[in-house]
């Protein structure tokens, strides 16, 4: 793996070490329990839910951590986490290079969900787009299909949340065939109000989490392009400020150890991770997840890591499948080339993750089982 810049006046690892020291209200407050009290932001889709079932099944207190999760639209996540509403947040690498400029705090910390085929360009079923396979079969080579479908967006209106991972699969997919986003007319929206918009008849194409997906495709429209074909993975995991990594290390690796049993635990028991998730979603959102859309999903369009081990060889190894570096440079450069950010983002300053493995692995271990 490449080698990570280290903070310059002293490494993650060693501000992991300073756990409980004050400094600038980020020292996270002791309840009356003696459990830890911690603000956690998520988005409704059925993987930034997860936290929910440690939730429901105690896991939280028994790891010592009163968790309160706060529900929040998946673009009001970085503005929740800048006001101090909510201590860290489930969101991705494209969340924290968006931001970072303009509030250097922000870094992202640990990933566990690599969404490797989650993100998919929807397309109406009597549309006058074709999908990569209809175009595969007609011109009998996938790539020739590829740029062939992103080169038909030309012209064409696609709805969407931008500035966000969700806006940058679809523009690197256009930088990937020499467009850019003057090539197409963009509707910006929250992904439940752009799904209602595009499902009423707005835009030709739409781009939204994987709720939406199972919505649309219910509605009988088409997946377009999915996946690796459209760019580098997002990954999902937590993002805070610097000063909760160097003030609260028990905390942090005690939240993202019982995520590691929520992914084990929905391993073992799919039926009934995926009932919890897909009735809280389905009572806070329009998107008529099933649950046989959720074991569809779960470990198939989109990866959880069960354990360290998983993390590193998804993550962290250069050779895996949601190579962390890979997605960052997508983010900065779309953002930048999109004008969202005034200037790259560093990385050794704002990704955390392997210091922050470094530190669960001397905690836990790397090769946890059971739940």
Known sequence: MKSVNRLAAASVVAALALTGCAGGGDTLEEGADGLTKLTIGISPFQDTYLPIIGEEQGWFEEAGLDVELKSLAWNAIT??????????????????VSIANSDPDIVYAYGWNPFTEGSALMIRDDGNLKTIDELESELGDREEARTAMIESLAGKTIVTTLATDMGKQINDALTSVGMDETDVEFVDMDPDAG?????????????????????????????????????????????TKRGYVENNQDAILAFLNVMHRIVRYCDAET?????????????????????????????????????????????????????????????NSYLVDTGAIPAPVDTGDHFLMQDIWDAYVAEYGADETGY
């Open 271 to 331: 039926d009934a991770c995926g009932t919890t998730i897909t009735d809280r979603l389905n009572e806070e959102t329009a998107a008529g997840l099933t649950l046989d859309g959720f074991k569809e999903y779960w470990q198939n369009i989109e990866l959880y890591a069960g354990n360290a081990a998983d993390a590193k060889s998804m993550i962290l190894d250069e050779g895996g499948v949601a190579y962390w570096k890979a997605t960052w440079d997508s983010d």
């Open 79 to 96: 503005p929740a986490l800048i006001s101090g509403d909510v201590d860290m947040a489930v969101n991705n690498t494209t969340g924290v």
């Open 195 to 239: 799904l209602a918009a595009f499902l009423s008849g707005t835009g030709d194409a739409y781009l939204g989490g994987v709720p939406q997906r199972s919505r649309a495709l219910d509605e009988g429209m088409q997946i377009g392009l999915s996946g690796p074909e459209l760019a580098p993975p997002p990954i999902n995991g937590i993002i």
